[in-house]
C-alpha cells in the first residue's frame, strides 16, 4: 500500500453529488499535509474505474436507497468486483443463503466489519434517511431532482 507521504497527490473519486463532501475532505486532507483533488465519474463507471485501478481514494455517498435490507448492499460492494479479496467474496456470499435471521445478522455484520478492518469502505459521515409514517408532516420540498430528501424539508401540517 502507497503511504500518503509517498505521494505529492491524491485523486478523490465521486459522484457529481457528492463534491460539496470531497471538497470538504481535501481541505481536512491538506491541513494535515496531504494534498488531493477532486475528480467526478458517472455512476455507471464506477466499478469500471475501481477495476482499472483509476480510483486513488473513493468517496461515493449512497443512501441504500432507504433499504431496510443488506443484500442489495453486499451483492453491490462485495460481489461486484470492487475488491480482488476471496476471503471476502466468500464471506459474502455465505450471507446470501442464510435463512435464519439472526444468524444472518451475526455473519452479515462480520462482512461490514471484515470490509471495515481491510479499509475497503467506512462511514464518513451519518446516513440521515429519515422516515416518516405519520399523516400529520407534509413535504415542504418542491424540487426533488436530486432524489434526496433532508429533514428540513419538512413541516408540521
Given at each position: 500500500?502507497?503511504?500518503?507521504?509517498?505521494?505529492?497527490?491524491?485523486?478523490?473519486?465521486?459522484?457529481?453529488?457528492?463534491?460539496?463532501?470531497?471538497?470538504?475532505?481535501?481541505?481536512?486532507?491538506?491541513?494535515?499535509?496531504?494534498?488531493?483533488?477532486v475528480r467526478t465519474h458517472p455512476t455507471a463507471a464506477r466499478v469500471?474505474?475501481?477495476?482499472?485501478?483509476?480510483?486513488?481514494?473513493?468517496?461515493?455517498?449512497?443512501s441504500g436507497g432507504g433499504m431496510f435490507e443488506v443484500s442489495s448492499?453486499?451483492?453491490?460492494?462485495?460481489?461486484?468486483?470492487?475488491?480482488?479479496?476471496?476471503?471476502?467474496?466468500?464471506?459474502?456470499?455465505?450471507?446470501?443463503?442464510?435463512?435464519?435471521?439472526?444468524?444472518?445478522?451475526?455473519?452479515?455484520?462480520?462482512?461490514?466489519?471484515?470490509?471495515?478492518?481491510?479499509?475497503?469502505?467506512?462511514?464518513?459521515?451519518?446516513?440521515?434517511?429519515?422516515?416518516?409514517?405519520?399523516?400529520?408532516?407534509?413535504?415542504?420540498?418542491?424540487?426533488?431532482?436530486?432524489?434526496?430528501?433532508?429533514?428540513?424539508?419538512?413541516?408540521?401540517?
Amino acid at each position: 500500500m502507497i503511504q500518503p507521504a509517498q505521494r505529492s497527490s491524491w485523486r478523490i473519486s465521486t459522484f457529481s453529488s457528492n463534491v460539496t463532501e470531497v471538497t470538504a475532505v481535501t481541505g481536512m486532507l491538506r491541513a494535515v499535509g496531504i494534498r488531493a483533488t477532486v475528480r467526478t465519474h458517472p455512476t455507471a463507471a464506477r466499478v469500471k474505474e475501481l477495476s482499472q485501478g483509476k480510483v486513488d481514494i473513493g468517496y461515493y455517498g449512497w443512501s441504500g436507497g432507504g433499504m431496510f435490507e443488506v443484500s442489495s448492499q453486499i451483492v453491490r460492494h462485495f460481489l461486484s468486483k470492487e475488491y480482488e479479496d476471496p476471503q471476502l467474496v466468500n464471506i459474502a456470499n455465505a450471507t446470501s443463503t442464510m435463512m435464519d435471521d439472526s444468524a444472518r445478522r451475526i455473519e452479515v455484520a462480520k462482512v461490514m466489519d471484515y470490509a471495515h478492518d481491510n479499509a475497503y469502505l467506512y462511514p464518513m459521515v451519518p446516513n440521515r434517511v429519515i422516515f416518516t409514517h405519520t399523516k400529520e408532516v407534509k413535504l415542504l420540498a418542491t424540487d426533488l431532482r436530486s432524489g434526496q430528501v433532508n429533514p428540513h424539508e419538512f413541516g408540521w401540517k
